[in-house]
């Protein structure tokens, strides 16, 4: 074996020095070299840097992805791969792929999002701490994680114990919350999503959670919500809770008033925006990954942000395919969205997102070495260690991944297309079709070259609604899969890709652009000079107001032959004639209809095998009643 080279060895490089040549890659954007820098650049455990530029960052994910291609028939080649991540301009990693692969400084996981739960519910302290434990470790290593609250007895309950009577489930919540709290790297502090299903006896608690007792600050809350409880909220029927929720014989029953449960949760969303809301039954409904539930894969809650359901001990990495840059010529009149670049795009997306599911697992074997080798006594090792083996279990049967979209909002202004609009949200789904066709393509191709995931089964997922949609819309690609098998077992999502959209600078996920322009203020140091303040605080600060544009409206400012050097300087009067003649005008965040956008995540959902992150953003001064709509509609 040859010695490393000091050239092989990467270098350090100053915080400093890495923004400058960061910022020169973004043109000149200050706020996505921070980003880029603090988030995604390679570091070690103690937060040295070793890398300049996203384009270090790209050449080494790159060079990993070339190397488990490698392993298959009619392999990607590394710049193949590089031209598709360069200046994310195509396809984009998300957070743990990014950080990871290829980061030989840190032993940690490239999945964004964990499930974790139990095969036979554990109603015990030993089980509501085992989950504890396990959601501590997998923080450690950068993941998300989810859990369900459902197993745990209600309130008042009668306990072997000495405290005779259960305390129910919120005091767990403010210990899960408060241990995500505790895990936190680099700045970035753990996430988690507790749920919660509406048959449960101590569901009004736990919606009063966040509410009432300011405790539980450390986590998102969902409660997961049945057909029968809408109708019956509906209605304004009585609505049967129990526990255990799915038995035959439950030890504890009430019939409560639904309707009363269900403004209950609309008040609390309306105050606090939470609780979120999951219509469980669509999900089990829709999920292809239950038609499995004999191999373990029963859907028990879901990420942090709510875009992919999991089950437990399952994992997801995601990517994203920025929608703009299959715009030709954007923003002009002959504007045009090229299909079969992007069908071809997403060929090869797959297969990334395939040799990221074995990079993983090459991680996975890395945490579980690393804990073997611990010197700690095994007993203290035992459910970190089996954790991970559990983990790696349901990757290797199941080999799911998270492909999405970003760039929406500016995908349809290019296009000269309105958000919200039926046009828009047509054309919208049109894209997600070919997509998703586009992908169970490529996963099938991958099962015949590279062999299917290991429990599929044909005649299992026959019923299921969205195989259902690809039979109807791709006949022969059903039967070359019914044939051969697919490589996934669930492919597709839609997650927020809040700061990786600062890198690409565009609109996020499936959202409008927030803001078409807004104002920023800079603080004026002693020594500046030809400066004028704009605004001075209660300390006596001074400050520079400027205006920041979005980069893409900038864009179709020049496409239609403004004057873009007038922007520093421009009158708010003429700015504000410059937005109303853009496809922005009308169409930010604050302007799109409610209706239009969940009626928007609808008809998209229908080509997506997870599910969709989106924010509905409504005025401070909203009725409950509009909040009760938007869910009812959601539902419906």
Same mark, same amino acid.
């Given at each position: 074996?040859?010695?490393?080279?000091?050239?092989?060895?990467?270098?350090?490089?100053?915080?400093?020095?890495?923004?400058?040549?960061?910022?020169?890659?973004?043109?000149?954007?200050?706020?996505?070299?921070?980003?880029?820098?603090?988030?995604?650049?390679?570091?070690?455990?103690?937060?040295?840097?070793?890398?300049?530029?996203?384009?270090?960052?790209?050449? *080494?994910?790159?060079?990993?992805?070339?190397?488990?291609?490698?392993?298959?028939?009619?392999?990607?080649?590394?710049?193949?791969?590089?031209?598709?991540?360069?200046?994310?301009?195509?396809?984009?990693?998300?957070?743990?792929?990014?950080?990871? &692969?290829?980061?030989?400084?840190?032993?940690?996981?490239?999945?964004?999002?964990?499930?974790?739960?139990?095969?036979?519910?554990?109603?015990?302290?030993?089980?509501?701490?085992?989950?504890?434990?396990?959601?501590?470790?997998?923080?450690?290593?950068?993941?998300?994680?989810?859990?369900?609250l459902s197993h745990i007895r209600p309130t008042g309950s009668p306990v072997l114990n000495s405290a005779l009577t259960s305390t129910g489930i919120v005091p767990f919540m403010e210990r899960y919350s408060n241990s995500t709290r505790e895990v936190a790297q680099d700045g970035r502090r753990g996430a988690l999503m507790l749920s919660l299903s509406i048959k449960h006896p101590d569901a009004e608690r736990f919606i009063d959670a966040k509410v009432d007792t300011g405790k539980v600050t450390g986590a998102n809350v969902s409660i997961k919500i049945d057909d029968d409880f809408m109708r019956a909220a509906l209605a304004g029927?009585?609505?049967?809770?129990?526990?255990?929720? !799915?038995?035959?014989?439950?030890?504890?029953?009430?019939?409560?008033?639904?309707?009363?449960?269900?403004?209950?949760?609309?008040?609390?969303?309306?105050?606090?925006?939470?609780?979120?809301?999951?219509?469980?039954?669509?999900?089990?409904?829709?999920?292809?990954?239950?038609?499995?539930?004999?191999?373990?894969?029963? +859907?028990?809650?879901?990420?942090?942000?709510?875009?992919?359901?999991?089950?437990?001990?399952?994992?997801?990495?995601?990517?994203?395919?920025?929608?703009?840059?299959?715009?030709?010529?954007?923003?002009?009149?002959?504007?045009?969205?090229?299909?079969?670049?992007?069908?071809?795009?997403?060929?090869?997306?797959?297969?990334?997102?395939?040799?990221?599911?074995?990079?993983?697992?090459?991680?996975?074997?890395?945490?579980?070495?690393?804990?073997?080798?611990?010197?700690?006594?095994?007993?203290?090792?035992?459910?970190?260690?089996?954790?991970? !083996?559990?983990?790696?279990? #349901?990757?290797?049967?199941? *080999?799911? +991944?998270?492909?999405?979209?970003?760039?929406?909002?500016? #995908?349809?202004?290019?296009?000269?297309?309105?958000?919200? +609009?039926?046009?828009?949200?047509?054309?919208?789904?049109?894209?997600?079709?070919?997509?998703?066709?586009?992908?169970?393509?490529?996963?099938?191709?991958?099962?015949?070259?590279?062999?299917?995931?290991?429990?599929?089964?044909?005649?299992?997922?026959?019923?299921?609604?969205?195989?259902?949609?690809?039979?109807?819309?791709?006949?022969?690609?059903?039967?070359? #899969?019914?044939?051969?098998? *697919?490589?996934?077992?669930?492919?597709?999502?839609?997650?927020?890709?809040?700061?990786?959209?600062? #890198?690409?600078?565009?609109?996020?996920?499936?959202?409008?652009?927030?803001?078409?322009?807004?104002?920023?203020?800079?603080?004026?140091?002693?020594?500046?000079?030809?400066?004028?303040?704009?605004?001075?605080?209660? +300390?006596?600060?001074?400050?520079?107001?400027?205006?920041?544009?979005?980069?893409?409206?900038?864009?179709?400012?020049?496409?239609?032959?403004?004057?873009?050097?007038?922007?520093?300087?421009?009158?708010?009067?003429?700015?504000?004639?410059?937005?109303?003649?853009?496809?922005?005008?009308?169409?930010?965040?604050?302007? &799109?209809?409610?209706?239009? !956008?969940?009626?928007?995540?609808?008809?998209?959902?229908?080509?997506?095998?997870?599910?969709?992150?989106?924010?509905?953003?409504?005025?401070?001064?909203?009725?409950?009643?509009?909040?009760?709509?938007?869910?009812?509609?959601?539902?419906?």
């Amino acid at each position: 074996m040859s010695k490393a080279t000091k050239a092989d060895t990467p270098q350090k490089v100053n915080y400093n020095d890495a923004v400058a040549e960061s910022k020169k890659y973004f043109d000149g954007d200050d706020l996505a070299a921070t980003v880029w820098v603090s988030k995604y650049a390679l570091k070690d455990s103690f937060g040295n840097i070793y890398e300049k530029s996203p384009r270090e960052m790209h050449e *080494r994910v790159a060079s990993e992805i070339e190397r488990i291609e490698q392993k298959y028939p009619n392999p990607l080649p590394k710049e193949e791969v590089f031209a598709l991540l360069d200046h994310f301009r195509y396809v984009i990693p998300q957070g743990g792929p990014m950080t990871g &692969i290829g980061n030989n400084f840190q032993v940690a996981s490239l999945s964004n999002c964990f499930v974790i739960g139990h095969k036979n519910p554990a109603d015990s302290y030993g089980g509501i701490f085992r989950m504890d434990e396990e959601q501590v470790q997998l923080m450690k290593r950068r993941g998300g994680v989810g859990h369900d609250l459902s197993h745990i007895r209600p309130t008042g309950s009668p306990v072997l114990n000495s405290a005779l009577t259960s305390t129910g489930i919120v005091p767990f919540m403010e210990r899960y919350s408060n241990s995500t709290r505790e895990v936190a790297q680099d700045g970035r502090r753990g996430a988690l999503m507790l749920s919660l299903s509406i048959k449960h006896p101590d569901a009004e608690r736990f919606i009063d959670a966040k509410v009432d007792t300011g405790k539980v600050t450390g986590a998102n809350v969902s409660i997961k919500i049945d057909d029968d409880f809408m109708r019956a909220a509906l209605a304004g029927k009585k609505y049967h809770q129990q526990f255990p929720i !799915k038995s035959d014989n439950p030890k504890y029953e009430q019939d409560i008033d639904a309707r009363k449960l269900w403004e209950k949760i609309i008040h609390n969303a309306w105050k606090s925006a939470e609780p979120g809301v999951l219509f469980w039954d669509t999900i089990i409904r829709e999920s292809i990954p239950d038609c499995y539930a004999d191999e373990g894969f029963v +859907t028990v809650s879901t990420n942090p942000c709510g875009e992919i359901p999991l089950c437990p001990y399952d994992s997801c990495r995601l990517l994203a395919m920025n929608l703009l840059s299959y715009v030709d010529n954007p923003f002009k009149a002959d504007a045009k969205f090229n299909f079969d670049k992007f069908r071809d795009h997403v060929y090869k997306a797959m297969h990334m997102m395939d040799d990221i599911i074995d990079l993983e697992l090459e991680k996975v074997e890395q945490i579980i070495g690393k804990i073997a080798a611990d010197p700690e006594d095994l007993d203290v090792r035992r459910v970190e260690l089996e954790l991970w !083996k559990k983990i790696r279990e #349901m990757a290797r049967k199941g *080999r799911r +991944t998270g492909l999405g979209i970003t760039a929406e909002g500016d #995908m349809l202004a290019a296009l000269g297309l309105r958000y919200g +609009t039926q046009e828009a949200i047509d054309f919208a789904v049109e894209v997600q079709k070919c997509l998703a066709l586009a992908a169970y393509g490529a996963s099938v191709k991958m099962a015949a070259e590279r062999g299917a995931f290991p429990v599929y089964d044909a005649a299992k997922e026959v019923n299921n609604p969205m195989i259902a949609r690809i039979r109807e819309a791709d006949p022969a690609l059903y039967e070359e #899969m019914a044939k051969v098998g *697919r490589r996934n077992i669930a492919m597709l999502t839609i997650a927020p890709t809040g700061t990786t959209s600062l #890198m690409s600078q565009t609109t996020s996920g499936i959202e409008p652009v927030f803001r078409t322009v807004y104002k920023r203020r800079r603080k004026i140091n002693p020594s500046d000079v030809d400066t004028h303040v704009d605004y001075e605080d209660e +300390t006596g600060e001074k400050f520079q107001e400027y205006n920041v544009y979005h980069h893409n409206f900038v864009k179709w400012l020049e496409a239609s032959g403004y004057d873009t050097s007038k922007l520093a300087t421009i009158s708010d009067a003429e700015l504000n004639e410059w937005v109303a003649a853009s496809p922005y005008h009308g169409a930010t965040a604050n302007d &799109i209809d409610w209706v239009a !956008k969940v009626k928007m995540q609808g008809a998209i959902q229908k080509w997506v095998d997870h599910s969709i992150s989106v924010t509905v953003n409504l005025p401070n001064n909203v009725s409950e009643a509009l909040v009760a709509d938007v869910y009812r509609t959601a539902w419906e």
